[in-house]
């Protein structure tokens, strides 16, 4: 691999590696706890609604609106 691949290859990896390395092996032992402890995957998200569309559901909007 070149430079600019390995580059790219670097910044596409799937976990903060940069973070991760630098843990200790008792932190990524409780991460993977905690992790597993999640279960299996739940449902997907609901899908993109383009303005103007309203959303079903329950949501939360940011800002606030004022009162």
């Known amino acids: 691999m070149n430079r600019v691949s390995l580059l790219a290859a670097a910044l596409l990896l799937p976990m903060p590696n940069h973070a991760l390395r630098l843990m200790s092996d008792q ?17 997907p998200a609901p899908a993109f609604v383009p303005p103007p569309g309203k959303p079903a559901g329950p949501l939360v909007v940011f800002p606030s609106p004022a009162p």
């Open 27 to 43: 932190d990524l032992l409780s991460i993977h706890r905690f992790v597993s402890h999640l279960g299996p995957a739940g449902t």
